[in-house]
């Protein structure tokens, strides 16, 4: 019995705090939170659903994300792997199907705008679930499906940018065009 209480204080991260973050992954109240993220003394941690599943790794300086985050199915496989300078989306980021098949790669890069900046996606790639290229070097047709094999979006992309229609699905089946 003695030996249980100094390995349990050898295992127990020093220094930890528990943030709480909504669906945007911004800091909130406990109520509103849709995962919990405990955080260690230099800022990095890991975040969960209140169900206990890791949801990803990454630092928070000032509740802010910063350096390389690793996002997490529920099925333990890598989800996302993206970057931040203190909050702000940065360089390459990439996304996973749960198979371990690569989605769809792009990058983050800072437009200016006037007086000021503002971040904008260029996607490089994007596969379809099973390992079929539809878009290559920013060009071609994205088609999003659902768990059910429905499309739940639809449009095309040049030079890495939206252009064009698009047709989105929500969860109640309503269709939304957009240009």
């Not at 295992?11 to 109520?31: F, I, R, S, V």
């Not at 206990?52 to 496989?77: C, E, S, T, W």
Request: net charge negative; charged share 25%; proline share 2%.
């Amino acid at each position: 019995m003695s030996l249980l209480l100094p390995l349990a204080y050898l295992l127990t991260p020093l220094a930890q705090d528990t943030l709480y973050l909504n669906n945007n992954h911004e800091l909130c109240g406990e109520t509103e939170a849709r995962y919990y993220h405990i955080e260690q003394e230099n800022g990095r941690g890991q975040s969960y659903t209140f169900d206990h599943i890791l949801h990803r790794k990454g630092q928070m300086i000032d509740g802010k994300p910063h350096g390389q985050f690793v996002y997490y199915h529920p099925n333990g496989a890598v989800k996302s792997i993206q970057y931040f300078d203190q909050g702000k989306k940065m360089g390459r980021w990439q996304w996973w199907y749960d198979n371990g098949l690569l989605m769809e790669e792009g990058y983050w890069e800072v437009v200016a705008e006037g007086q000021s900046e503002r971040e904008r996606f260029k996607l490089k790639s994007y596969y379809n679930r099973i390992g079929y290229q539809l878009i290559k070097n920013g060009n071609g047709t994205y088609i999003q499906y659902d768990e059910n094999g429905k499309i739940t979006a639809k449009g095309t992309y040049s030079d890495g940018f939206l252009v064009g229609d698009w047709t989105r699905t929500d969860a109640t089946d309503q269709v939304a065009l957009e240009d």
